[in-house]
């Protein structure tokens, strides 16, 4: 590690050795930032020397803010923030920050003595928003403050004015240089994963991290961006990108407490096409992902509770199948129902009575009887099926035990009906049977229950695509809708408090059932399978015999899981 002040001695033309770590050809920039060295190197010469690779050039950056924050508190631990910070690969985009960060003003007072804030209310103060040029920063000089345009800088193509907003247009590309990582990157690290990487035990912090993209670009890669609306997509991106997250992370107990949401945020703006959302209002387009996020993550992570509770107390595979489906589209339309009294004993009511009836006519009563189906909902609840939203306040409620023993004697007894099904589909069959953004594009759709109810998950309201009023969510009840109208806090992580009784598939011998939309037909997933046919095939080899054939989408999520599992390229 650096020490809070970088110690310089040259070792040859523009190149330097700093703090006995890094040989920089970049570190004339060190160089330039030392007042007291009488022959620093100009910044100018920076340029004239191109780095070996990226990663000298990193390195060069972190070296030149580090040398700025010095003498400021928290040093050391900055450092390691620039140290991950410099990590990704930003090419031409870190040539521009190293000259850009000698640009940067002094500390506006005492208290703004981080080079955050400094870049802070240099890029964002006031907000600017100019582009830049496509040659921008290959032959700039730098100046010695930024009141002033540097001379050289007068001859660029600037956008507008040039003298009046090339500042403006500087700061873009401090952002882009900086944070060229990108918002996803930003969000996944400080506002998902920095609460709970204490916790997490087998990966370091950039493992998972990398891991993490990789599921958010490989969700994006099996969209059909040319044929179905925006909304619908996004609805299947957070699908996918969940059903991975939860079968390579399943095991781990901090997972239900990570709010993903600015993450998934960030990607759809990021790895969507552009002209897919020019024209959806930010409000409409933060609703939408809002129920995306808050759908897709519930019913993963409610997903493989069930199926490890399944798979040790019933034995009949057709029978446990029935069950699953059963138990996993009745809690799915539990979601959906509302009412005025207590959420949580209205939610069990539901939920017992929405499974209940999605077994009858299916699965004989010596096959589930009623001490077995009450063992069943028992282990569910206390494993944490509530939604997670019910028990931030106060944790899971220890009398839900008797609002399911209750529930599940009166629907037997014919005192506790199921809401209307309205062709509320099974969990083997496409998700589009879920109140889906589609519905509400027309008004002339009827409502998924009749009122009082409305989606659990806050369904955006759309327009239609030109007038109209604002997307509003109705007010009215005191409903479990357990996610309608919720605010909340973007630049806050989420706080789940539902119990977790352990790991949920630490007994599991196979990767339970995966939420989809399609399948690849020749992948050995079959109905789990959680690609698409048009994705790439590889088979399976152990000791350099072939073995099953799987598609890219199950594949990366079983190399994740085991980092010795080889594959080839599979030709149907």
């Known amino acids: 590690?650096?020490?809070?002040?970088?110690?310089?001695?040259?070792?040859?033309?523009?190149?330097?050795?700093?703090?006995?770590?890094?040989?920089?050809?970049?570190?004339?920039?060190?160089?330039?930032?030392?007042?007291?060295?009488?022959?620093?190197?100009?910044?100018?010469?920076?340029?004239?020397?191109?780095?070996?690779?990226?990663?000298?050039?990193?390195?060069?950056?972190?070296?030149?803010?580090?040398?700025?924050?010095?003498?400021?508190?928290?040093?050391?631990?900055?450092?390691?923030?620039?140290?991950?910070?410099?990590?990704a690969e930003k090419?031409?985009?870190?040539?521009?920050?190293?000259?850009?960060?000698?640009?940067?003003?002094?500390?506006?007072?005492?208290?703004?003595?981080?080079?955050?804030?400094?870049?802070?209310?240099?890029?964002?103060?006031?907000?600017?928003?100019?582009?830049?040029?496509?040659?921008?920063?290959?032959?700039?000089?730098?100046?010695?403050?930024?009141?002033?345009?540097?001379?050289?800088?007068?001859?660029?193509?600037?956008?507008?004015?040039?003298?009046?907003?090339?500042?403006?247009?500087?700061s873009a590309a401090v952002t882009q240089a900086i944070y060229s990582e990108g918002e996803a990157a930003v969000a996944l690290r400080m506002q998902a994963l920095e609460p709970i990487i204490a916790l997490e035990t087998e990966w370091d912090q950039a493992k998972l991290e990398k891991r993490i993209k990789q599921y958010l670009r490989n969700a994006a890669k099996n969209l059909d961006f040319q044929t179905k609306p925006w909304h619908e997509l996004i609805e299947e991106f957070a699908d996918q990108v969940f059903s991975s997250i939860f079968q390579a992370l399943k095991e781990r107990s901090w997972l239900p407490q990570v709010d993903f949401l600015m993450v998934i945020d960030a990607a759809v703006k990021e790895l969507f096409p552009p002209y897919l959302l020019q024209s959806v209002p930010q409000q409409l387009f933060e609703q939408q992902v809002l129920h995306a996020h808050d759908r897709a993550f519930e019913e993963q992570r409610f997903a493989p509770m069930l199926w490890d509770v399944l798979f040790d107390k019933v034995e009949d595979k057709v029978v446990k199948n029935k069950i699953y489906n059963a138990f996993e589209a009745g809690r799915k339309e539990a979601a959906m129902v509302s009412s005025e009294g207590d959420p949580v004993e209205e939610f069990i009511k539901a939920w017992v009575a929405c499974s209940l009836r999605e077994l009858q006519g299916s699965v004989p009563e010596e096959a589930l009887p009623r001490e077995l189906c009450r063992n069943l909902f028992h282990e569910l609840y206390e494993a944490g099926a509530l939604p997670l939203p019910l028990t931030q306040e106060g944790g899971t409620p220890p009398d839900g035990i008797l609002h399911v023993d209750q529930a599940i004697e009166d629907f037997s007894e014919g005192k506790l009906q199921a809401p209307p099904s309205k062709g509320l589909a099974k969990a083997k069959k496409p998700k589009a049977a879920l109140p889906s953004p589609s519905q509400?594009?027309?008004?002339?759709?009827?409502?998924?229950?009749?009122?009082?109810?409305?989606?659990?998950?806050?369904?955006?309201?759309?327009?239609?695509?030109?007038?109209?009023?604002?997307?509003?969510?109705?007010?009215?009840?005191?409903?479990?809708n357990v996610f309608a109208g919720q605010k909340r806090p973007l630049d806050s992580p989420g706080n789940g408090k539902g119990k977790v009784s352990q790991p949920f598939a630490a007994k599991r011998p196979k990767p339970a059932p995966m939420l989809k939309a399609v399948g690849h037909p020749l992948c050995t997933q079959q109905e789990d399978c959680v690609g698409d046919a048009a994705s790439a095939l590889v088979q399976h080899v152990d000791d350099d015999v072939p073995g099953d054939i799987y598609c890219s989408a199950c594949w990366a999520i079983f190399a994740d899981a085991d980092e010795t599992l080889n594959a080839i390229p599979f030709e149907a």
């Not at 240099?122 to 040029?133: D, E, G, H, K, T």
């Not at 009023?469 to 009215?476: D, I, L």
């Open 1 to 87: 590690m650096l020490s809070p002040t970088p110690r310089l001695k040259p070792l040859g033309d523009a190149e330097w050795d700093v703090a006995g770590k890094w040989r920089l050809q970049a570190a004339g920039a060190v160089a330039r930032s030392d007042p007291e060295m009488a022959k620093a190197l100009r910044v100018s010469e920076l340029f004239e020397v191109r780095p070996k690779d990226g990663g000298d050039l990193a390195a060069a950056v972190r070296v030149v803010t580090i040398w700025r924050e010095s003498s400021a508190e928290g040093a050391e631990q900055l450092q390691e923030s620039l140290k991950e910070m410099g990590e």
């Open 91 to 170: 090419g031409r985009n870190l040539l521009q920050a190293v000259q850009i960060v000698s640009l940067l003003p002094e500390p506006a007072s005492s208290t703004e003595n981080n080079f955050a804030s400094v870049t802070t209310r240099f890029v964002y103060s006031p907000i600017r928003v100019s582009p830049i040029p496509a040659n921008f920063g290959t032959e700039l000089v730098a100046a010695p403050g930024v009141s002033l345009m540097p001379a050289r800088w007068a001859k660029k193509k600037w956008q507008g004015d040039g003298q009046d907003d090339w500042q403006d247009q500087l």
């Open 440 to 480: 509400a594009w027309s008004a002339s759709l009827p409502p998924v229950h009749v009122a009082p109810v409305r989606p659990a998950y806050p369904t955006p309201s759309l327009a239609p695509s030109k007038g109209g009023k604002a997307p509003s969510f109705g007010k009215g009840g005191n409903g479990f």
